[in-house]
Each structure stands twice: as structure tokens, then as C-alpha cells.
Nanobody, 124 residues
């Protein structure tokens, strides 16, 4: 199995910055995509940013030019550097990873895992 552990959330004032981290562990063969999603109260979970193993990135329009996603593939870790935070960035942020792990009938199988979520609150 593959586990994701997030850290770095908290309370920050508008205009401030935070960095989230997500480390994957377990019987990982390779990770294709790692990403961050968020869910605000009463809203659906939405993609914030994602990065492939080749380094291609994708951002929600609402966070472009403010958030940066990057990964350390050697450590199976993804980061989300958030700047110029706004109150409507307040949400629970979830890490996601998809790839290949050991196990299954063929010795390898695909996986998709989620972290437990970390709260980000932007408020004065």
C-alpha cells in the first residue's frame, strides 16, 4: 500500500505565505503524478495544482502566479508553495499521488492514494 502524509497547514493572514509538504511511502515502484486538491466548506473538492514525473505542471486559474508546485522525486515528496494568500484559499488541502506499486497478480499494480488533509485558514 501507499501512504501520503501532509504537513505545513495552519493559520495565515491575507497576503501571507505557506508551504505544504506531502511525503509518499510504501511499496512504491514509481509515481506518475502528484497533486494538491482542496475542499472548502460546502464546496466540491477541486484541483489546485499537479505535477508529472516529467515535471509538467497544471494549475487552477485561481492560483496561477501565486502558487508553485514542485517535487523531490528521490524523496517521493511534493510541495506546494503558496503566496499572496486570500481568504477564499481557506480550505482543507489534500495530497494525491498516482503511480505503480508492488503487489497484485502481476507483481505490480496501479495505485491512487490520498492524504488525510491539512487545514489552511487565511484570515486576519
Amino acid at each position: 500500500q501507499v501512504q501520503l502524509v501532509e504537513s505545513g497547514g495552519g493559520l495565515v493572514q491575507p497576503g501571507g505565505s505557506l508551504r505544504l509538504s506531502c511525503a509518499a511511502s510504501g511499496s512504491i515502484v514509481s509515481i506518475y503524478t502528484m497533486g494538491w486538491y482542496r475542499q472548502a466548506p460546502g464546496k466540491q473538492r477541486e484541483l489546485v495544482a499537479a505535477i508529472t514525473s516529467g515535471g509538467s505542471t497544471n494549475y487552477a486559474d485561481s492560483v496561477k502566479d501565486r502558487f508553485t508546485i514542485f517535487r523531490d522525486s528521490a524523496k517521493n515528496t511534493v510541495y506546494l508553495h503558496m503566496t499572496s494568500l486570500k481568504p477564499n484559499d481557506t480550505a482543507v488541502y489534500y495530497c494525491n499521488a498516482e503511480g505503480l506499486r508492488l503487489g497484485g497478480d502481476w507483481g505490480f499494480s496501479a495505485f491512487g492514494s490520498w492524504g488525510q488533509g491539512t487545514q489552511v485558514t487565511v484570515s486576519s
